[in-house]
């Protein structure tokens, strides 16, 4: 059974949108969230990522929401660019044990 | 970019044969990791690595073992390679003693055929 679910294999956007990507989680006791991007060939590269004492993290043009109660994290893209086009990864730790648990990834396609 | 090779970067290999992936590092990094990469499950943690010497099983261990006698190899062994085990391998590395927070920097990946 997947603790870590992203619902959307893929998601279509036009250049200069907002891209939302969504991701939701059933253990309890993650407490540390992460977003990796991953291009065709590449390994995957650390984005964002937001700790569950807070609800918002923001660098640039990507900025995580966290809602606990929901146990649903989102990524923004603001902007969206072409380069933003690749796999986005949602991951979830439970700080007290060690293992990093990923989603399924979702494909992000930005149109020009 | 973090210092992270994976080789070799492509093999295509027999059911039944054995099969060793190499991870070299030149960060000094403590904690390595493999990872299989499959359509619908995202990254799945096979094993890790908190030192030399030191490692342990991940979600998806079986008929996997590995290896690390320096600091800077990570080696993952499928001694008999089934088709199951078509994938694509990822080794990652995080630096700090508080791993749980800590960012994974990735290799490129190693795809893996088994016919």
């Known amino acids: 059974d997947q603790q870590v679910k992203q619902n959307s294999p893929s998601l279509s956007v036009q250049e200069g949108r907002i891209s939302i990507l969504n991701c939701d989680y059933t253990?309890?006791?993650?407490?540390?969230f992460l977003w990796y991007k991953k291009y065709p060939a590449e390994g995957p590269t650390f984005l964002i990522s937001?700790?569950?004492?807070?609800d918002k993290n923001e660098d640039g043009r990507f900025t995580v929401f966290l809602n606990k109660s929901a146990k649903h994290l989102s990524l923004h893209i603001v902007p969206s660019q072409p380069g933003d086009s690749a796999v986005y990864f949602c991951?979830?730790?439970?700080?007290?044990?060690?293992?990093?648990?990923f989603g399924a990834g979702t494909r992000l396609f930005v149109k020009a | 970019d973090a210092g992270i090779t994976q080789s070799p970067r492509h093999k295509v290999t027999e059911t039944g044969t054995p099969v060793t992936l190499r991870c070299h590092q030149t960060e000094n990094h403590r904690y390595m990791y493999w990872y299989r990469q499959d359509p619908g499950h995202g990254l799945r943690l096979i094993h890790y690595s908190y030192g030399v010497k030191d490692t342990d099983k991940g979600e998806v261990s079986d008929g996997y073992s590995v290896s690390r006698s320096k600091t800077e190899d990570f080696l993952l062994t499928l001694e008999s390679a089934t088709s199951s085990q078509t994938s694509v391998y990822f080794c990652a590395i995080s630096e700090s003693e508080r791993e749980a927070t800590d960012t994974q920097y990735f290799g490129p990946g190693t795809r893996l055929t088994v016919l």
């Open positions: 937001i700790s569950s004492i807070k």
């Open positions: 253990n309890s006791m993650f407490d540390y």
């Open positions: 991951a979830a730790i439970d700080t007290g044990g060690f293992k990093t648990i």
